[in-house]
C-alpha cells in the first residue's frame, strides 16, 4: 500500500491531494498548521492520519518525522504563499519582510520538510520527493511583478535540481511540478481549474516520475515547462 505525506492539507491543493490519495487507498499523512480548524481534512474517509505541522517551525519538523517511523512513498511539499498579503511585489515596492517571509516558507520550508523526510522516502518502495512549485518561478516564462513570489519559486526550482541530480544515484525521484492556474484562495475564483482537476493531474504526473539527474518541471497536464 502507497504512504504519501502531504504539506498545507487542510485545504486548496494540499486537501484535494489528499483526497485523492485517501480515495485510492494511500495512506495519507495530511499535515496543516492548525488541525482543529481543519474540519475538511478531518472529514474525509480513508487512512489519514492528521499531523500538526508549520513548516517554517524546524523544531516541529524534526519532531514529527521521528513520530512517522514509517516508510513514505510520495512526499509532497505543497504548502505555499504567494507573499503577506495586500503588499505591492513590484521590483520597486516589494519589501524586505515579504521577500524573507516568502522565501522562508516556498523555499526553506518546503526544502526543509522534504529533507526532513528524506529518510522515510529511502526506505520506501516509491521513492519519490514532489515539491508543488509555479510556473511563475519560471525565468525563461517571466514578466512583471509577483517579485517575491516568483523568486522563491525560482530558487525553489533550483533546490529540486540539485536533489535531483544528488539523489538520482539512490533511486530517488525528484518532481518539480506546476498544478496549474486552480481555484484556490491563492489562485482565486478565476482560475483555470479545480483543486479535483489540479490534483488528480498532479497524481499522474507524479506516478510516472522517474530518478533523473534532471528534476522534472512539469505542470499537472503532464507538459514540461521551460526554466
Ligand atoms: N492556486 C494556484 O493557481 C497555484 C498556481 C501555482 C502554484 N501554486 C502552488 O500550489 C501550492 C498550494 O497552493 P493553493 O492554491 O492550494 O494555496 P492556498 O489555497 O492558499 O493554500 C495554501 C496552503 O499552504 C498552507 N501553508 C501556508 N504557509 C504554511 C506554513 N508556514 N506551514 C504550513 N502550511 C502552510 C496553508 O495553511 P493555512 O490554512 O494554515 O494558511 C494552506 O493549507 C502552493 O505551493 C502554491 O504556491 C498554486
Not at 483526497?19 to 495530511?30: L, N, Q
Not at 495586500?86 to 526544502?111: C, I, M, P, Y
Not at 535540481?161 to 492556474?181: F, M, Q, R, S, Y
Amino acid at each position: 500500500m502507497t504512504t504519501v505525506l502531504i504539506t498545507g492539507a487542510n485545504r486548496g491543493i494540499g486537501l484535494e491531494l489528499t483526497r485523492h490519495y485517501a480515495g485510492e487507498g494511500a495512506t495519507v499523512h495530511a499535515c496543516c498548521r492548525t488541525p482543529s480548524e481543519a474540519r475538511e481534512l478531518s472529514g474525509i474517509a480513508g487512512s489519514v492520519h492528521i499531523h500538526q505541522l508549520d513548516t517554517t517551525d524546524h523544531g516541529r519538523l524534526g519532531e514529527l518525522a521521528k513520530e512517522i517511523s514509517e516508510p513514505i512513498d510520495i512526499v509532497i511539499a505543497n504548502a505555499g504563499i504567494y507573499g503577506l498579503p495586500d503588499e505591492d511585489q513590484s521590483f520597486e515596492k516589494v519589501s524586505a519582510e515579504n521577500l524573507s517571509r516568502t522565501l522562508e516558507v516556498n523555499l526553506t520550508g518546503t526544502v526543509e520538510t522534504l529533507r526532513a523526510f528524506l529518510p522515510h522516502a529511502r526506505r520506501s518502495e516509491g521513492k519519490k520527493l514532489v515539491a508543488i512549485t509555479s510556473k511563475m518561478g519560471s525565468i525563461a516564462d517571466a514578466s512583471q511583478g509577483a517579485v517575491a513570489y516568483r523568486v522563491s519559486k525560482t530558487a525553489l526550482n533550483m533546490a529540486m535540481t540539485c536533489a535531483a541530480a544528488e539523489l538520482k544515484g539512490e533511486g530517488i525521484a525528484v518532481g518539480t511540478l506546476h498544478p496549474g492556474w486552480v481555484r484556490t484562495d491563492m489562485g482565486g475564483p478565476n482560475g483555470n481549474i479545480s483543486p479535483e482537476e489540479s490534483a488528480k493531474g498532479l497524481a499522474k504526473v507524479i506516478e510516472g516520475l522517474k530518478p533523473s539527474d534532471k528534476a522534472t518541471f512539469t505542470s499537472f497536464s503532464g507538459e514540461d515547462l521551460p526554466w
